[in-house]
Nanobody, 120 residues
Framework: QVQLVESGGGLVQAGGSLRLSCAAS????????MGWYRQAPGKQRELVAT???????NYADFGKGRFTIARDNAKSTVYLQMNSLKPEDTAVYYC??????????????WGRGTQVTVSS
């Protein structure tokens, strides 16, 4: 069974940094796009950043200049480096990936999420 497992969340003071990781496990052929989304209490889930298998990136406006997404294809892992964190960045952060199975089928997969809390 393929799955995504996030790590790296936690409590940090405003202005601090966190690095989130998300590793894909299970038998997969390859991974297309990967990304991070977040959901704050009472709000809809929103895109944070995405990265293609070729390394092209896309960021939400709130993350530009502060967040950096990267991936290690050899480790089937995507990272999100978050700097200059603000209290409004507090949310559950979810990893997403299009996993390509050995049958060459694309499966849109989500992790369970990791909590990020930024104190003022």
């Amino acid at each position: 069974q393929v799955q995504l497992v996030e790590s790296g969340g936690g409590l940090v003071q405003a202005g601090g940094s966190l690095r989130l990781s998300c590793a894909a496990s299970g038998i997969i052929f390859s991974i297309d796009g990967m990304g991070w989304y977040r959901q704050a209490p009472g709000k809809q889930r929103e895109l944070v950043a995405t990265i293609t298998d070729g390394g092209s990136t896309n960021y939400a406006d709130f993350g530009k200049g502060r967040f950096t997404i990267a991936r290690d294809n050899a480790k089937s892992t995507v990272y999100l480096q978050m700097n200059s964190l603000k209290p409004e960045d507090t949310a559950v952060y979810y990893c997403n990936a299009q996993l390509i199975t050995t049958l060459r089928r694309s499966v849109d997969t989500w992790g369970r999420g990791t909590q990020v809390t930024v104190s003022s």
